[in-house]
């Protein structure tokens, strides 16, 4: 049975960064063909097959979002069961031997219900989504936390040797940040500075993001 050199690859390939132009992997500059797999939208029986056809159309890399209302339906209670075993889909990613870029979020805009956001969140007291409130703030840095610590527990970051290459904090803000004013840009440089806080040894990346706060990779 031959080696699979793309998973040797994967299991190597431990010193991410990037230079503004390019991600970098163990110094050299990588081109990332990715292509999105919502793991809640399908089953984990159809999880092998999916990504199995993305790598044999040429692709290296596999993105998902991290669905907040999916995960936390109920506040203080969670769900990573069955087709929300975010865990379980990272695992079949780096088996399949490809890379992925993980999108915590918390917006998610995907036809996704309520961009993400539970619903009993939107009926805390005093709470402001996506700007400088300090509610929302901390209900987002207690989930963002939860699946930090549940990925580097299982060793998925490529600074683990596991398969994630970037992590991705917000998502499009810059395209509604204008309306916050001030507060859109407070809200925003502490998005970048928690994330940085976690230090998983892989870059942080903002989609959209005009001028994001360093040293965050804006795509």
Same mark, same amino acid.
């Given at each position: ?60 890399t ?5 669905f ?19 865990i ?9 031997g ?18 993400d ?11 402001e989504m ?21 990925i580097?527990?299982? +060793? ?26 001030d507060?859109? +840009? ?6 970048a ?8 040894g ?17 795509i």
């Amino acid at each position: 049975m031959g080696l699979d050199w793309n998973l040797f690859l994967v299991a190597v390939s431990v010193n991410v960064s990037h230079d503004g132009r390019a991600i970098i992997i163990d110094g050299q500059r990588r081109i990332v063909i990715s292509s999105s797999i919502h793991y809640p939208r399908s089953t984990p029986q159809m999880w092998l097959d999916l990504i199995q056809k993305a790598k044999e159309g040429g692709l290296n890399t596999i993105e998902t979002y991290v669905f907040w209302n999916a995960h936390k339906p109920v506040r203080r209670q969670y769900d990573f069961s069955g087709n929300n075993d975010l865990i379980r889909f990272l695992k079949t990613i780096h088996e399949a031997g490809l890379y992925s870029i993980l999108r915590i979020g918390p917006y998610v805009f995907a036809e996704w219900n309520y961009g993400d956001f539970p619903v009993w969140l939107h009926n805390l007291p005093g709470i402001e989504m996506r700007t400088a409130n300090n509610v929302f703030m901390n209900e987002m840095q207690n989930f963002t936390t939860l699946i930090i610590n549940k990925i580097t527990e299982e +060793k998925l970051l490529a600074s683990q040797v596991g398969p994630i290459i970037t992590a991705q904090i917000e998502n499009e803000y810059g395209n509604v940040m204008d309306p916050y004013r001030d507060a859109g +840009k407070v809200y925003i440089d502490w998005c970048a500075s928690m994330a940085e806080s976690y230090n998983i040894g892989v870059p942080w990346i903002m989609y959209q993001q005009g001028n994001a706060p360093q040293p965050m990779y804006s795509i």
